[in-house]
């Protein structure tokens, strides 16, 4: 009876999930349309490309057997570094390198070339030697036995090697998404910053779908062939070819980004998508053309990609700017900082436009039931009830610098028992729950909102400051004045308030942040 | 005095450095003759069949091929004047029978319709019907079918050299003497230089004009099979003593069998 109670509610949680995705998908038609034509042509191309250069690798590695092991072992490793690690690597490098699909297509062919070659190499050499002197003996060239009798035995495991690439690139196009490479990969990072499973799925289910696809059609090639143990005819050959084409050819016109628009970017975590949406949002009202390079890996790729021209502008925060892009110690002086990065940022090139109006500092919270029982507003109204509470951090804020050792001096604080380390996103919930008493948050996260909780002002300015502001590229504001313009109509207009109500939406509602985004901008430009 | 068709000049031939496989080898093959090479397994027989379509070359003396050196010749030209039939015969598995024997004639870039009536008279020749067995796949066909069409193969362009390789080793005794029926019936038609690779003496009595004993890379013995049987050298002996039965030209004194008439008339047309 239970048991059927469970199933039931699990059949009914399943649906529910099911309706949401529908929804979603219903609702981001075009744009999953987008991505996973995206997705086919960075797969496509790149087995592509991997075919035309292993196979003649292996060709050529399968009749020099010296060659061969280091080949292999080369390969090999190259396919042993993490994909993540692999874009890591690639972004200093020019030509290659950087962010956006090119970048990506090169990871794509690096992985795809090994087992094509390995698979080569094994079909070549798995001929039986009497066919292959056979050929010798009866006049054959070289290559002509290679044409006529090697390539086409060895032809069902080179297939069965494309197979495997062509899979396994599927997989690691999802992750081009940090670099801003498109694809379904785009929902996943989404999902993951927003904590948002429907979202996730969306990205993950047509990936995966679309890995069987691409894995059942090869298979059936590879039987086809493997069959027929004829040379393919022409007219097969053909017929083929034109079929990809045509795939390619649709999904490239789909993909294809507009040229000459502003490029948005923007770090992947919730507040970094809806900040680019919203400068997106800005410049489209002001009539300009945007191209959205959002949900790019971290600081350090959108830095890059700045620095490159892949983008034309992102959101940074300064104390972010100061400390990670140019290695200075920080300062309490929000001014100071802000002056500081600034004439950084101009000697590279850049420009740093006045700040958006929100400082994403540490903020210290606690209940605003207790907040308003104590009449608390500063962290140091705190310091005489602390002995009596305990305090949850996040491993990073007890560790870093500018985090708990700092504070603790600074104000004299005392808990009643060593802080608690937890993941900082259950350490607001943890604190809603009653199972400790103060946290050190980000001051633009949505749940305060949501969860009643009170920010302590640092009033002794022990936290650095991190206010946001756009960071353009100097040649881009000079291109196109209208988007400065429309830029620096943004300057003061988003506070602390704002950021997290939109965060709130995004997060904890899962509004979408298009709708969240335009929302915000007609309410503040009418 | 005419040239020989294949001759081997004081050949000595190592794989590798210090492994001598065939030392100081000499012997002639006259057009038109049958030669089998005769000796255990890593004598050096097959390799010195490589030496003729220079699979191999020499590492000292020389082979000559209708007179000339191996090492003049053309590898290609030489190929196409030289058939080669392998035990495990090498039928491409990815081609047709037809396009199995054709594939020469392709190769010279013959027109299809005159390589499809070669390859239907070459497939008589070998005794399978061109209509039934042009379009199989090798697979579908059981060994002594699968030899025929390597024999079929190698004769394409109509070369005056055929160098078998234990062609019949792997066949069971009844269509292997099924094949040597057909090889006595093929070579009274088209009388070619042929050099037979075999470890059983039996096999080189049923086939050969000569018979070349070999012996750890060396020639031991070099003569008509009526005198090979009646030779006193142990290595020979040795041989002899081997086989199965009691050579040929002993039942051949006995009353006939039902299998002499066959053999004496393929003999006889032959002369």
Known sequence: ?526 | MPGYAIEFRDVSFARSPGTLVLERFSVAVEAGEVLALVGRSGAGKSTALKLVNRLFVPDSGSVLVEGRDTREWEPIALRRRVGYVLQEVGLFPHMSVGENVGIVLSLERWAAERREARVAELLQLVGLAPDLFSSRWPAELSGGERQRVGVARALAVDPPVLLMDEPFGALDPITRAELHHEFHRIQSTLRKTVVIVTHDMGEAFALADRIGVIDRGRLVACDAPEAIAASNDPQVRRLLDAMPQVPVFGTRRRPPSHEAPADRRSLGGGG
Not at chain 1, 98 to 105: E, I, K, N, Q, T
Not at chain 1, 273 to 290: T, Y
Not at chain 1, 333 to 339: I, K, L, N, R, T
């Open chain 1, 1 to 526: 009876m239970k048991l059927r109670r469970t199933a039931a509610a699990l059949a009914e949680a399943a649906s529910r999930a099911m309706f949401k995705l529908m929804a979603f998908w219903a609702s981001h038609r075009g744009e999953l349309l987008t991505l996973l034509a995206q997705h086919v042509v960075l797969v496509a191309v790149s087995t592509i490309v991997a075919v035309t250069a292993a196979v003649p690798l292996g060709i050529f590695a399968s009749r020099r057997p010296r060659l061969a092991v280091p080949l292999t072992a080369f390969a090999n490793i190259v396919q042993t570094v993490p994909s993540l690690a692999m874009f890591g690597f690639l972004l200093p490098v020019p030509l290659v390198g950087g962010v956006g699909a090119r970048a990506a297509l090169v990871v794509l062919i690096l992985y795809g070339i090994l087992p094509i070659v390995r698979t080569t190499i094994a079909g070549l050499r798995s001929i039986d030697p009497a066919i292959l002197e056979a050929g010798v003996a009866l006049g054959m060239t070289d290559r002509q036995r290679l044409r006529l009798v090697e390539l086409p035995l060895a032809l069902p495991s080179i297939v069965a090697g494309v197979r495997v690439a062509a899979v396994v690139g599927v997989g690691s196009a999802t992750i081009a998404a940090a670099i801003g490479a498109g694809g379904l990969g785009e929902y996943i990072y989404r999902g993951l910053s927003m904590v948002d499973t429907t979202v996730i799925l969306a990205g993950a289910i047509p990936a995966a779908a679309l890995a069987l696809a691409v894995d059942g059609l090869l298979l059936w090639t590879e039987h086809a062939l493997a069959r027929r143990r004829h040379r393919p005819t022409g007219a097969r050959l053909a017929a083929v070819a034109v079929a990809i084409a045509l795939v390619l050819a649709m999904s490239a016109s789909a993909a294809r980004r507009s040229s000459g628009a502003i490029v948005v970017g923007s770090k992947n975590f919730t507040e970094q998508l809806i900040l680019g949406e919203l400068v997106a949002q800005a410049l489209e009202r002001a009539g300009l053309a945007v191209e959205r390079r959002l949900n790019l890996g971290g600081t350090l790729i959108c830095e890059r990609a700045l620095t490159t021209g892949d983008i034309d502008l992102y959101v940074e925060y300064t104390g972010t700017a100061l400390t990670a892009v140019f290695h200075q110690p920080t300062q309490p002086d929000p001014s100071a900082v802000f002056a500081a990065v600034r004439d950084l940022y101009a000697r590279s090139g850049r420009t740093l436009l006045a700040p958006l109006g929100f400082n994403n500092t540490f903020a210290i919270l606690v209940r605003g039931r207790d907040a308003r029982r104590l009449n608390l507003r500063t962290i140091e109204d705190a310091v005489p009830e602390a002995p009596r509470w305990r305090a949850g951090f996040g491993y990073e804020f007890l560790e870093r610098p500018d985090g708990y050792p700092g504070l603790a001096r600074t104000y004299g604080l005392r808990f009643a028992e060593a802080p608690r380390v937890m993941d900082l996103t259950l350490t607001y919930r943890a604190l809603a729950a009653g199972q400790v008493d103060v946290i050190a948050g980000d001051a633009t996260a949505g749940l305060i909102k949501g969860l009643d909780l009170f920010q302590l002002d640092d009033n002794r300015r022990y936290f650095p400051p991190y206010d946001a502001a756009i960071v353009a590229r100097a040649s881009t504001l000079l291109r196109a004045p209208d988007a400065r313009a429309a830029l620096e109509r943004l300057s003061g207009r988003i506070s602390a308030a704002d950021m997290r109500a939109m965060n709130y939406a995004a997060d904890a509602e899962h509004r979408d942040i298009r709708q969240i985004v335009s929302g915000f901008l007609s309410g503040i430009q009418g």
